[in-house]
T-cell receptor, first 114, second 109 residues
Framework: GAVVSQHPSWVICKSGTSVKIECRSLDFQATTMFWYRQFPKQSLMLMAT?????????EQGVEKDKFLINHASLTLSTLTVTSAHPEDSSFYIC??????????FGQGTRLTVV | GQNIDQPTEMTATEGAIVQINCTYQTSGFNGLFWYQQHAGEAPTFLSYNVLDGLEEKGRFSSFLSRSKGYSYLLLKELQMKDSASYLC??????????WGAGTKLIIKP
């Protein structure tokens, strides 16, 4: 299947700093990119959906000024967690899709805010 | 509202067969997906059903009945490495994925 490369795979940052997570679709053009958050023992929770060249659509309860999403090209999307706090510690996963096909997931990023 | 139901946890024996059920109520339907997720890792794609019936892929099969809002994932010849969470997800009329909470499958020797 298609490959989505996500990095870093894990990051530890200090409270109040910002962290950027990158997702690249290596062998397909991701017209749509989804960003998920997953807390331990819970299901994936969709944070936002972005289409290339457009502003991201955020799910209810997700602060768009805190979780900045950029989808400037068909192969790259980034999620920046600004002013991170310990409660932002989670597993963040991106997923890319072309048209109405199945979504291909990145490897995930485990963020720990101390 | 939109809802996906699947059992929280199941236990099976190595070499046996297990069926994981998923029922759904969504606004529109554009396909049902099954994903496997090992602890601490991202989900990996297993199957996609959009028409009624059984899709077989090696040891894994997935069944769909759109009229009943029902699907199952069938795993045969279970191996210890099949211990994982299995996520059911439905694509609604807006082509958004609605996720179930996942079924944790425990395989015992």
């Amino acid at each position: 299947g298609a490959v989505v490369s996500q990095h870093p795979s894990w990051v530890i940052c200090k409270s109040g700093t910002s962290v950027k997570i990158e997702c690249r679709s290596l062998d397909f053009q991701a017209t749509t990119m989804f960003w998920y958050r997953q807390f331990p023992k819970q299901s994936l929770m969709l944070m936002a959906t972005s289409n290339e060249g457009s502003k991201a659509t955020y799910e209810q309860g997700v602060e768009k000024d805190k979780f900045l999403i950029n989808h400037a090209s068909l192969t790259l999307s980034t999620l920046t967690v600004t002013s991170a706090h310990p409660e932002d510690s989670s597993f963040y996963i991106c997923s890319g899709r072309t048209g109405e096909t199945e979504a291909f997931f990145g490897q995930g990023t485990r963020l720990t805010v101390v | 509202g939109q809802n996906i139901d699947q059992p929280t946890e199941m236990t099976a024996t190595e070499g046996a067969i297990v069926q994981i059920n998923c029922t759904y109520q969504t606004s529109g339907f554009n396909g049902l997906f099954w994903y496997q997720q090992h602890a601490g890792e991202a989900p990996t794609f297993l199957s996609y059903n959009v028409l009624d019936g059984l899709e077989e892929k090696g040891r894994f099969s997935s069944f769909l009945s759109r009229s009943k809002g029902y699907s199952y994932l069938l795993l045969k010849e279970l191996q210890m490495k099949d211990s994982a969470s299995y996520l059911c997800a439905v694509m609604d009329s807006n082509y958004q994925l609605i996720w179930g909470a996942g079924t944790k499958l425990i395989i015992k020797p």
